[in-house]
């Protein structure tokens, strides 16, 4: 079975761009979160979603977005970017946002994002 | 707010020996769950062991194992028989069990294993 699965794995933006990061859950998993991880830090969260619908969301300005897909897929979307943007962007998956608790989250491998 | 301090930044272990990684956190809740993970340099975030607060007896997967002080809320890794694979950046991270809770983490403590 794959794991959860992060696109592009490396990319760099310049300021003021815009950025969207892809993430399919494990088949079978219906909560998709991001997180971010920057350099030196232990990850922050950033949203959860599940059945579609945002379920949490951590301290990040509005420039931060994200979406759930029927297929339970998600995207990352953040806008005007800024040199502090610049981490790993991780997603997690799990059966439901109450199941994380029971077994953790499944990660997958990240997004390297750059902004120059 | 929930917090987690993870108070050494980098420690070392030599091949085959036992080393102890440090996490406290703050909470007034009672109920909570408590994670470490292991992120090689793959920088997937692996799961190594999971504590319910409730649960007095301390979580152990093979060579890791934990110590759960709830009241000093203190909850530190062991790893023994250290490997070379065992080498990574190690999270203590907290959760709450109500619906849609993020995962709190800590800084990080890298762990390097020597030969």
């Known amino acids: 079975d794959a794991g959860v699965t992060q696109s592009p794995t490396h990319l760099i933006k310049t300021r003021g761009q815009q950025v969207t990061l892809r993430c399919s859950p494990i088949s079978g998993h219906k909560s998709v979160s991001w997180y971010q991880q920057v350099l030196g830090q232990g990850p922050q969260f950033i949203f959860q979603?599940?059945?579609?619908?945002?379920?949490g969301r951590g301290n990040f300005p509005d420039r931060f977005s994200a979406r759930q897909f029927p297929n339970y897929s998600s995207e990352l979307n953040v806008n005007a970017l800024l040199l502090g943007d610049s981490a790993l962007y991780l997603c997690?998956?799990?059966?439901?946002?109450?199941?994380?608790?029971?077994?953790?989250?499944?990660f997958g491998s990240g997004t390297r994002l750059t902004v120059v | 707010a929930q917090t987690v301090t993870q108070s050494q930044p980098e420690m070392s272990v030599q091949e085959a020996e036992t080393v102890t990684l440090s996490c406290t956190y703050d909470?007034?809740?009672?109920?909570?769950?408590l994670f470490w993970y292991k992120q090689p340099p793959s920088r997937q975030m692996i799961l190594v062991i999971r504590q319910e607060a409730y649960k007095q007896q301390n979580a152990t997967e093979n060579r890791f194992s934990v110590n759960f002080q709830k009241a000093a809320k203190s909850f530190s890794l062991k790893i023994s028989d250290s490997q070379l694979g065992d080498a990574a950046m190690y999270f203590c991270?907290?959760?709450?069990?109500?619906?849609?809770?993020?995962?709190?983490f800590g800084a990080g403590t890298i762990l390097r294993v020597k030969s």
């Open positions: 997690a998956s799990s059966f439901t946002p109450g199941q994380a608790g029971e077994n953790g989250y499944t």
């Open positions: 979603y599940y059945e579609k619908e945002e379920r």
């Open positions: 991270a907290y959760r709450r069990p109500e619906y849609g809770n993020k995962l709190v």
């Open positions: 909470t007034s809740e009672s109920d909570y769950y």
